[in-house]
């Protein structure tokens, strides 16, 4: 049974650029969670979604960052015209449903702008 | 909105022996639940354990357990027989029981252990 699967795991953008980070969950989870690690931070929740819905946003920048999860295929999260501040670890975790004890989580990908 | 501290950015223990990290938590609910997850050199993210806050008793996992404090909102983490492989940044984490908050963690700043041989 795979768990949580991310990619690319490193990601290198030039500022302006767009980035796209993949989040495949485990097999039968339908919760996504997308959370953001800043160098030498703890990670901070961004967004919530189930399948073709997004239940809360309140963590995710305003401009230039969206994220969707569509019905088939992996929970895409989206950073349009990258800056140096976005560099970081983006960590996707899954649940199989609301108030389910335990998240579980990716391996993270890694962006880097340059 | 819910805060997790962590006031120990770093701590060291030597192989063998027992290590206890703080954590404080601020929140005015009184349905909630508290992790302990482990990221070591490879970053990824591993539960370690879990306290629910109705549960008066504190949860055990093998070599790590906690003292759960829920009155003066401190949520401890002890490592008994510290091993080489414990070695990693350690998060603690508050997740609320209300729907409208929508299960997500919220993290402190993370203690970085360090397990002298």
């Known amino acids: 049974n795979a768990g949580v699967m991310q990619n690319p795991r490193h990601l290198v953008r030039r500022r302006g650029q767009e980035a796209r980070l993949r989040c495949s969950p485990m097999?039968?989870?339908?919760?996504v969670y997308w959370y953001r690690q800043l160098p030498e931070e703890g990670l901070k929740f961004m967004v919530y979604?189930?399948?073709?819905?997004?239940?809360?946003e309140s963590g995710m920048p305003k401009e230039r960052f969206s994220a969707e999860f569509p019905k088939e295929g992996p929970s895409i999260l989206r950073i349009q015209q990258v800056v140096r501040g976005d560099s970081a670890a983006y960590f996707c975790?899954?649940?199989?449903?609301?108030?389910?004890?335990?998240?579980?989580f990716g391996p993270g990908t890694r962006l880097t702008v340059t | 909105a819910q805060t997790v501290t962590q006031s120990q950015p770093e701590m060291s223990v030597q192989e063998a022996e027992t290590v206890t990290l703080s954590c404080t938590y601020d929140t005015s609910e009184s349905d909630y639940y508290l992790f302990w997850y482990k990221q070591p050199p490879s970053r990824q993210m591993i539960l370690v354990i879990r306290?629910?806050?109705?549960?008066?008793q504190n949860a055990t996992e093998n070599r790590f357990s906690v003292n759960f404090q829920k009155a003066a909102k401190s949520f401890s983490l002890k490592i008994s027989d510290s091993q080489l492989g414990d070695a990693a940044m350690y998060f603690c984490a508050y997740r609320s029981d209300q729907e409208t908050s929508g299960s997500r963690l919220t993290f402190g700043e993370g203690t970085q252990l360090t397990v002298n041989p």
């Open positions: 097999k039968g989870h339908s919760h």
């Open positions: 975790a899954s649940a199989i449903r609301t108030g389910a004890y335990e998240q579980y």
């Open positions: 306290q629910e806050a109705y549960k008066q």
């Open positions: 979604l189930q399948k073709e819905n997004i239940i809360d």
